[in-house]
């Protein structure tokens, strides 16, 4: 059974930092590409960052420079430091694993509520 739980998240002022966490089991995440997600009230879900089996990365256009995804294969948790934190960054954070396809599995965890006050 794949389980994906997100934590880490919190209220913070704006310029702040965060680091959200996610422990995955279930898979072999070793040979997953893990993604964070995020989803902000009224807006659609939208992918924050990825790291590859490889550890390549990938950033949303809006988080470059600010965010960093990293993954410790040894604990099957993968990371996301946030640092220059934006109002505009305020939503729900979830992370997931990429299907062959590049599109995120059909399993979602509860997510973790990330707040930034201006």
């Known amino acids: 059974q794949v389980q994906l739980v997100e934590s880490g998240g919190g209220l913070v002022q704006a310029g702040g930092s965060l680091r959200l966490s996610c422990a995955a089991s279930g898979i072999v995440f070793r040979l997953n590409t893990m993604a964070w997600y995020r989803q902000a009230p009224g807006k659609q879900r939208e992918l924050v960052a990825s790291i590859t089996s490889l550890s390549k990365l990938n950033y949303a256009d809006s988080v470059k420079d600010r965010f960093t995804i990293s993954r410790d294969n040894a604990k099957n948790t993968v990371y996301l430091q946030m640092d220059g934190l934006e109002p505009e960054d305020t939503a729900v954070y979830y992370c997931?694993?990429?299907?062959?396809?590049?599109?995120?599995?059909?399993?979602w965890g509860q997510g973790t509520q990330v707040t930034v006050s201006p």
């Open positions: 997931n694993f990429l299907r062959p396809d590049l599109r995120p599995s059909a399993i």
